[in-house]
């Protein structure tokens, strides 16, 4: 592996440890590969001991949630298929198969624990509608302070490509989020990160300390994937490099061994990647937490340098020119002159009102829009710099 940034800096101990024994509010994923043995079955020896160490924490005033992949997993199963189809109708039957049999084990699982479970499924547009975005965190912290452990997965028997997460590693990013966790672990089928595939190279070497992730980092990165599962290592990467950013600190562990004890005592367990801190609202977090942009505006130098290093707020006479269409209130990707993506925020106009007023000055807008209209295209409050 390239040594780049994200590998350079020293573990830290002091660091781990502390994130880690002060975590509380804590989400935990486990992909298809590791909830599933090849039987295609829940690991129900496995997963007990993880839910006991659950329930060994809800004593000490821990809170947990859980994003379980493994619907669609178990429709193959009971459907007898060994390979995972292509056609979404099928999957999507698949997964309305295997959805009630998932809910099913869990609920078994942690009945023995002595804990209750609650379904929450989600898809995409809880991301990119804000009000469903603060129904659904609602509805989660309202189980958890029912004592109740929410059992998170993707909706796949509706959703489509436009609705998907495309895999449960970004939705665990997005349920660490509505839950404001402090600690999010992936747990995966390698004991943390490696600068080569563990499967393949007998060299290969864990990587325990993260300072950060850059995109340096995903160039490096050897994927492995089966026929059950959708996500891989650079996956994992996505969703702990936006839970890092928005303050959550990230572990990523080894899901058939699973030592959730150790890795809360601050143990050298899997991967650790450190927690950035920064204060953003939560308005800010569900607009950085938005992927899916639905167009681009472009502006020029002088209106970089007010967004990004002034913290102003984007006004008509910097814009150059928009890019797809959108409606006003819609999340928008701000670009400079070189085509990079610089920010992100939320458009007070629609793109075809930018593109009447774009250059002109805030004092023009009520005579060539009218009344009603802000005076900035994006305000500072609503607008995060990447």
Not at 88 to 97: E, R
Not at 200 to 215: G, V, W, Y
């Amino acid at each position: 592996m390239k040594k780049n940034k994200a590998t350079s800096s020293a573990p830290d101990p002091f660091l781990r440890r502390n994130v880690l024994q002060t975590a509380r509010k804590i989400v935990l994923k486990l992909g298809t590969k590791v909830l599933l043995s090849h039987h295609h079955d829940i690991d129900s020896g496995r997963m007990q001991k993880l839910v006991d160490d659950v329930a060994f924490f809800r004593q000490a005033g821990y809170t947990f949630s859980i994003v379980t992949s493994g619907a669609v997993g178990l429709g193959m199963n009971i459907m007898g298929l060994e390979k995972r189809p292509q056609d979404l109708k099928k999957i999507q039957a698949l997964a309305a198969i295997g959805q009630n049999m998932l809910m099913q084990k869990w609920s078994a699982i942690f009945k023995k624990s002595n804990l209750r479970v609650g379904q929450i499924l989600l898809t995409y547009d809880v991301i990119e509608n804000r009000k469903r975005f603060l129904y659904a965190r609602d509805c989660l912290n309202t189980l958890i302070d029912y004592g109740i452990v929410p059992i998170v997965n993707e909706n796949d028997s509706v959703a489509v490509d436009e609705l998907k997460f495309g895999d449960n590693d970004l939705l665990s990013a997005l349920t660490a989020h509505l839950m404001d966790a402090d600690l999010l672990v992936l747990f995966t089928d390698t004991d943390g990160l490696y600068d080569k595939n563990p499967h393949f190279s007998a060299e290969a070497k864990k990587i325990s300390f993260l300072q950060e992730i850059d995109d340096s980092l995903f160039q490096s990165i050897q994927d492995s994937r089966n026929n059950l599962s959708l996500g891989g290592m650079r996956s994992k990467l996505m969703a702990a490099q936006l839970a890092s950013r928005s303050g959550t600190g990230v572990v990523i562990a080894n899901g058939f061994s699973p030592d959730l004890k150790g890795i809360l005592k601050g143990e050298n367990t899997g991967t650790f990647i450190k927690p950035v801190e920064k204060n953003l609202k939560n308005k800010k977090k569900w607009i950085f937490f938005n992927q899916k942009i639905k167009g681009k505006i472009f502006i020029d130098r002088g209106a970089e340098d007010a967004v990004v290093h002034h913290r102003k707020s984007l006004l008509p006479g910097g814009v150059i020119r928009t890019e797809k269409q959108f409606d006003e209130g819609s999340v928008v990707g701000i670009f400079n002159q070189e085509n990079r993506l610089i920010g992100k925020g939320i458009s007070y106009f629609s793109s075809q009102d930018i593109e009447k007023i774009k250059g002109r000055k805030t004092s023009h807008i009520k005579t060539i829009l009218g009344e009603g209209y802000y005076e900035e295209i994006i305000h500072r409050d609503n607008l995060i710099i990447l």
